[in-house]
């Protein structure tokens, strides 16, 4: 019978974030306060009224769109199956990838020089802070004979119901580089 296991990470909050934060306020409150001034300006009452509406609106907007920024990536580890998907506000589900783990051919740390040094296809970047040491990068092969990496910062229960389908090479790296 084959177990399942989940994590939840949650992205942490970075400058871009707080910047789409201030902008999508920003907007929010400019266009509407544009209308309310240009009818008390242009003496067309009808368009502060048009404002208020606007007002309205836009506060629920900048609400959909600022609650829209948080998202948290889901581990699922069923069977030899690792899967991940992007959970968005709490409202929708993205599948980032599912990946068997037999096809894992390497698992390390996270630095810059290994990173650099291999050739790599595309990167799946679902850690809670990028460019963190604490993160784990497991490589598998891509279709054009590259390879994928995936940078992810699971917990022990997750390397754990991994390590039973790893292959011998990368379940030797796990227990000589001390990953669990």
Request: glycine content about 2%.
């Amino acid at each position: 019978m084959d177990t399942l296991v989940e994590q939840v990470v949650r992205r942490d909050r970075t400058p871009r974030y707080t910047l789409n934060v201030v902008l999508i306020i920003l907007i929010a409150a400019a266009v509407p306060a544009f209308f309310m001034v240009l009818g008390k300006l242009i003496e067309r009452y009808y368009l502060v009224v048009i404002g208020l509406f606007l007002l309205l609106f836009a506060v629920y907007l900048a609400w959909y769109f600022i609650t829209s920024l948080k998202f948290e990536y889901e581990y699922a580890v069923l069977g030899s199956t690792f899967r991940v998907d992007k959970v968005i506000a709490q409202r929708r589900r993205k599948k980032v990838l599912k990946l068997d783990i037999k096809e894992i051919d390497g698992i390390f740390f996270y630095s810059d020089e290994k990173m650099s040094a291999l050739k790599l296809n595309k990167v799946y970047d679902v850690a809670a802070r990028s460019y963190d040491e604490q993160n784990l990068v497991a490589t598998f092969p891509a279709e054009n004979g590259r390879k994928n990496a995936i940078v992810f910062c699971p917990k022990e229960k997750i390397l754990t119901a991994m390590k039973p389908y790893f292959n011998r090479e990368v379940a030797l790296a796990v227990y000589h580089d001390k990953l669990l």
